[in-house]
């Protein structure tokens, strides 16, 4: 009877060493992955505000050269030249209106601005 005791006891703590060593790699494996998750987004985090910062240069720098182009445009002239470019667009994705309080054109989130109805700023 002792001997059967002692084999049980023998295996229970096989089991458990067993389970401890699974428990373990199962562990490491799910640490590995999660720092190689954090790492992986801290990289996406890089580009992606790389890919802003160049997108707001260039948003300034084409918003300059139409301000450069079109200053002492009258709000008539500009609004033609966006209508045409609204209407080579799908009917309904491009947004343009005339902000009645303030007198500027709005485009797309571009903002027009006119002093006594000639262009002279872009945002």
Known sequence: MSRLL???????EMNTAIRWKVVSFALV??????AYRVFDQGI????L???VESSDRHIKLLTSLIE????????EQV???LEAVAQKRPLGSTVLKRDQETGAILFEGVRFEFV???LVHVN
């Open 44 to 47: 996406t985090r890089t580009y």
């Open 6 to 12: 002692q084999a049980r006891a023998g295996s229970w």
């Open 29 to 34: 494996v799910v640490c590995v992955a999660l």
């Open 49 to 51: 505000d790389a890919s």
């Open 68 to 75: 450069e182009d079109w200053r002492g445009m009258t709000q």
């Open 79 to 81: 609004l033609r030249c």
């Open 116 to 118: 006594d109805g000639k």
